[in-house]
Antibody, heavy 126, light 111 residues
Framework: EVQLVESGGVVVQPGGSLRLSCAAS????????MHWVRQAPGKGLEWVSL????????YYADSVKGRFTISRDNSKNSLYLQMNSLRAEDTALYYC???????????????????WGQGTLVTVSS | QSVLTQPPSVSGAPGQRVTISCTGS?????????VHWYQQLPGTAPKLLIY???NRPSGVPDRFSGSKSGTSASLAITGLQAEDEADYYC???????????FGGGTKLTVL
Protein backbone atom coordinates (compact mmCIF):
# COMPACT_ATOMS: atom_id res chain seq x y z
CA GLU A 1 0.00 0.00 0.00
CA VAL A 2 1.36 3.40 -1.00
CA GLN A 3 1.83 5.74 1.93
CA LEU A 4 3.02 9.34 1.95
CA VAL A 5 3.43 11.00 5.33
CA GLU A 6 4.28 14.69 5.51
CA SER A 7 5.74 16.46 8.51
CA GLY A 8 7.35 19.74 9.50
CA GLY A 9 4.45 22.14 9.28
CA VAL A 10 4.39 24.79 12.04
CA VAL A 11 3.59 28.43 12.67
CA VAL A 12 6.41 30.64 11.36
CA GLN A 13 6.89 34.40 11.14
CA PRO A 14 6.93 36.23 7.81
CA GLY A 15 10.42 36.10 6.34
CA GLY A 16 11.19 32.88 8.17
CA SER A 17 12.25 29.47 6.89
CA LEU A 18 10.92 25.96 7.20
CA ARG A 19 11.71 22.49 5.87
CA LEU A 20 8.94 20.04 5.10
CA SER A 21 9.52 16.31 4.81
CA CYS A 22 7.57 13.48 3.18
CA ALA A 23 8.27 9.85 4.02
CA ALA A 24 7.25 7.46 1.26
CA SER A 25 6.57 3.73 1.41
CA UNK A 26 4.77 1.01 -0.51
CA UNK A 27 6.36 1.71 -3.89
CA UNK A 28 9.80 1.97 -5.47
CA UNK A 29 10.48 5.58 -4.56
CA UNK A 30 13.37 6.19 -6.94
CA UNK A 31 11.28 5.13 -9.94
CA UNK A 32 8.94 8.13 -9.70
CA UNK A 33 8.91 11.89 -9.88
CA MET A 34 7.42 13.58 -6.84
CA HIS A 35 5.49 16.78 -6.29
CA TRP A 36 4.38 19.26 -3.67
CA VAL A 37 0.86 20.66 -3.99
CA ARG A 38 -0.66 23.15 -1.55
CA GLN A 39 -4.13 24.24 -0.52
CA ALA A 40 -4.74 27.53 1.26
CA PRO A 41 -7.50 27.44 3.90
CA GLY A 42 -10.87 27.19 2.17
CA LYS A 43 -9.26 27.47 -1.27
CA GLY A 44 -8.40 25.21 -4.20
CA LEU A 45 -5.32 23.22 -5.10
CA GLU A 46 -2.11 24.85 -6.32
CA TRP A 47 0.86 22.93 -7.71
CA VAL A 48 4.11 24.03 -6.06
CA SER A 49 7.04 21.98 -7.28
CA LEU A 50 8.25 18.83 -9.07
CA UNK A 51 11.43 16.80 -8.79
CA UNK A 52 12.47 14.06 -11.19
CA UNK A 53 13.09 10.49 -10.06
CA UNK A 54 16.83 11.09 -9.65
CA UNK A 55 16.66 14.66 -8.38
CA UNK A 56 18.37 15.90 -11.52
CA UNK A 57 15.50 18.11 -12.66
CA UNK A 58 13.36 20.43 -10.59
CA TYR A 59 10.51 22.77 -11.50
CA TYR A 60 8.63 25.41 -9.55
CA ALA A 61 5.47 27.48 -9.72
CA ASP A 62 6.23 31.14 -10.35
CA SER A 63 4.76 31.98 -6.94
CA VAL A 64 7.56 30.14 -5.12
CA LYS A 65 10.45 30.25 -7.59
CA GLY A 66 13.63 31.52 -5.95
CA ARG A 67 12.27 30.98 -2.44
CA PHE A 68 11.49 27.25 -2.26
CA THR A 69 13.80 24.32 -3.03
CA ILE A 70 12.63 20.77 -3.59
CA SER A 71 14.96 17.85 -2.98
CA ARG A 72 14.89 14.13 -2.33
CA ASP A 73 16.98 11.42 -0.69
CA ASN A 74 16.29 8.15 -2.46
CA SER A 75 18.31 6.21 0.11
CA LYS A 76 15.78 7.34 2.74
CA ASN A 77 12.66 7.27 0.53
CA SER A 78 12.13 10.89 1.45
CA LEU A 79 11.06 14.11 -0.25
CA TYR A 80 11.75 17.58 1.09
CA LEU A 81 10.69 21.18 0.56
CA GLN A 82 12.92 23.94 1.89
CA MET A 83 10.85 27.09 2.22
CA ASN A 84 12.61 30.45 2.67
CA SER A 85 11.41 34.06 2.80
CA LEU A 86 7.96 32.88 3.78
CA ARG A 87 4.98 35.15 3.20
CA ALA A 88 1.45 35.20 4.59
CA GLU A 89 0.18 33.93 1.25
CA ASP A 90 2.24 30.74 1.68
CA THR A 91 -0.11 29.71 4.50
CA ALA A 92 -1.56 26.40 3.36
CA LEU A 93 -1.84 22.68 3.80
CA TYR A 94 1.11 21.21 1.90
CA TYR A 95 0.60 17.84 0.26
CA CYS A 96 3.25 15.47 -0.98
CA UNK A 97 2.04 13.70 -4.13
CA UNK A 98 3.42 10.86 -6.22
CA UNK A 99 3.54 11.69 -9.91
CA UNK A 100 2.51 9.37 -12.72
CA UNK A 101 4.29 10.61 -15.81
CA UNK A 102 3.69 9.34 -19.34
CA UNK A 103 3.84 10.11 -23.05
CA UNK A 104 0.50 9.95 -24.83
CA UNK A 105 0.01 8.53 -28.32
CA UNK A 106 0.83 11.92 -29.85
CA UNK A 107 4.08 12.21 -27.94
CA UNK A 108 2.84 14.77 -25.43
CA UNK A 109 4.51 14.46 -22.00
CA UNK A 110 1.82 14.46 -19.33
CA UNK A 111 1.37 13.66 -15.68
CA UNK A 112 -1.08 13.45 -12.87
CA UNK A 113 -0.96 12.77 -9.13
CA UNK A 114 -1.95 9.22 -8.30
CA UNK A 115 -1.31 9.22 -4.55
CA TRP A 116 -1.42 12.01 -1.98
CA GLY A 117 -0.32 12.33 1.63
CA GLN A 118 -2.57 13.72 4.34
CA GLY A 119 -0.81 17.10 4.30
CA THR A 120 1.08 19.23 6.80
CA LEU A 121 -0.11 22.72 7.76
CA VAL A 122 2.16 25.71 7.35
CA THR A 123 0.97 28.97 8.90
CA VAL A 124 2.89 32.17 8.23
CA SER A 125 1.89 34.75 10.76
CA SER A 126 3.41 37.22 13.19
CA GLN B 1 -8.41 33.13 -10.78
CA SER B 2 -7.79 29.53 -11.81
CA VAL B 3 -6.50 28.66 -15.28
CA LEU B 4 -9.19 25.99 -15.60
CA THR B 5 -12.76 27.12 -14.92
CA GLN B 6 -15.22 25.01 -12.96
CA PRO B 7 -18.65 25.92 -11.57
CA PRO B 8 -18.33 26.69 -7.83
CA SER B 9 -21.17 24.34 -6.95
CA VAL B 10 -23.55 21.73 -8.29
CA SER B 11 -26.25 19.72 -6.57
CA GLY B 12 -28.51 16.78 -7.18
CA ALA B 13 -30.85 14.40 -5.43
CA PRO B 14 -29.87 10.82 -4.61
CA GLY B 15 -30.04 8.65 -7.70
CA GLN B 16 -29.77 11.55 -10.11
CA ARG B 17 -27.03 12.37 -12.60
CA VAL B 18 -24.86 15.45 -12.33
CA THR B 19 -22.08 16.80 -14.50
CA ILE B 20 -19.19 19.11 -13.63
CA SER B 21 -17.55 21.08 -16.42
CA CYS B 22 -13.93 22.14 -16.71
CA THR B 23 -13.13 24.80 -19.29
CA GLY B 24 -9.61 25.58 -20.41
CA SER B 25 -7.88 27.14 -23.38
CA UNK B 26 -5.58 26.48 -26.31
CA UNK B 27 -2.56 26.24 -24.02
CA UNK B 28 -3.91 23.42 -21.88
CA UNK B 29 -6.96 21.25 -22.60
CA UNK B 30 -7.23 22.57 -26.16
CA UNK B 31 -3.56 21.79 -26.75
CA UNK B 32 -4.36 18.09 -26.40
CA UNK B 33 -3.19 17.78 -22.83
CA UNK B 34 -5.16 15.22 -20.88
CA VAL B 35 -7.57 16.10 -18.09
CA HIS B 36 -7.55 14.37 -14.72
CA TRP B 37 -10.10 14.59 -11.91
CA TYR B 38 -9.72 14.42 -8.13
CA GLN B 39 -12.28 13.97 -5.36
CA GLN B 40 -11.69 15.62 -2.00
CA LEU B 41 -14.02 14.42 0.72
CA PRO B 42 -14.49 16.83 3.66
CA GLY B 43 -11.37 17.05 5.79
CA THR B 44 -9.34 14.62 3.69
CA ALA B 45 -6.64 14.71 1.03
CA PRO B 46 -7.53 14.69 -2.67
CA LYS B 47 -7.91 11.30 -4.30
CA LEU B 48 -7.44 10.48 -7.99
CA LEU B 49 -10.83 9.83 -9.55
CA ILE B 50 -10.28 9.93 -13.34
CA TYR B 51 -7.00 9.99 -15.27
CA UNK B 52 -6.27 10.48 -18.94
CA UNK B 53 -9.68 12.10 -19.61
CA UNK B 54 -11.79 9.01 -19.09
CA ASN B 55 -9.96 6.26 -17.21
CA ARG B 56 -10.89 5.12 -13.71
CA PRO B 57 -8.27 3.88 -11.24
CA SER B 58 -8.96 0.54 -9.63
CA GLY B 59 -11.62 0.87 -6.96
CA VAL B 60 -13.42 3.89 -8.41
CA PRO B 61 -17.06 3.01 -9.15
CA ASP B 62 -18.22 3.10 -12.75
CA ARG B 63 -20.80 5.69 -11.68
CA PHE B 64 -17.97 8.17 -12.30
CA SER B 65 -17.00 8.94 -15.90
CA GLY B 66 -14.99 11.58 -17.70
CA SER B 67 -14.91 13.03 -21.17
CA LYS B 68 -13.06 15.72 -23.09
CA SER B 69 -13.86 17.73 -26.19
CA GLY B 70 -12.04 20.73 -27.59
CA THR B 71 -11.04 23.06 -24.78
CA SER B 72 -13.38 21.52 -22.19
CA ALA B 73 -13.83 18.39 -20.15
CA SER B 74 -16.64 16.99 -18.03
CA LEU B 75 -17.05 14.71 -15.06
CA ALA B 76 -20.35 12.85 -14.84
CA ILE B 77 -21.66 11.13 -11.75
CA THR B 78 -24.68 8.87 -12.12
CA GLY B 79 -26.78 7.26 -9.38
CA LEU B 80 -25.79 10.03 -6.97
CA GLN B 81 -25.14 8.89 -3.41
CA ALA B 82 -24.76 10.83 -0.16
CA GLU B 83 -21.12 9.72 0.07
CA ASP B 84 -20.36 11.54 -3.20
CA GLU B 85 -20.71 14.88 -1.43
CA ALA B 86 -17.25 16.38 -1.85
CA ASP B 87 -15.14 18.91 -3.73
CA TYR B 88 -14.07 17.92 -7.24
CA TYR B 89 -11.05 19.32 -9.07
CA CYS B 90 -9.94 19.01 -12.68
CA UNK B 91 -6.25 19.17 -13.61
CA UNK B 92 -4.30 19.45 -16.84
CA UNK B 93 -0.95 20.76 -18.05
CA UNK B 94 -0.44 24.27 -19.38
CA UNK B 95 2.26 24.87 -21.96
CA UNK B 96 2.36 28.64 -21.37
CA UNK B 97 2.93 28.19 -17.64
CA UNK B 98 5.09 25.07 -18.12
CA UNK B 99 3.37 23.27 -15.29
CA UNK B 100 0.25 21.49 -14.14
CA UNK B 101 -2.85 23.57 -13.49
CA PHE B 102 -6.02 22.93 -11.49
CA GLY B 103 -9.58 24.12 -11.75
CA GLY B 104 -10.94 26.14 -8.85
CA GLY B 105 -12.96 23.19 -7.59
CA THR B 106 -16.66 22.34 -7.55
CA LYS B 107 -18.57 21.56 -4.39
CA LEU B 108 -21.11 18.80 -4.95
CA THR B 109 -24.09 18.80 -2.61
CA VAL B 110 -26.36 15.77 -2.46
CA LEU B 111 -29.80 17.08 -1.56
Amino acid sequence: EVQLVESGGVVVQPGGSLRLSCAASGFTFDDYAMHWVRQAPGKGLEWVSLISWDGGSTYYADSVKGRFTISRDNSKNSLYLQMNSLRAEDTALYYCAKGFHYYDSSGYYQYYFDYWGQGTLVTVSS
Amino acid sequence: QSVLTQPPSVSGAPGQRVTISCTGSSSNIGARYDVHWYQQLPGTAPKLLIYGNSNRPSGVPDRFSGSKSGTSASLAITGLQAEDEADYYCQSYDSSLSGPVFGGGTKLTVL
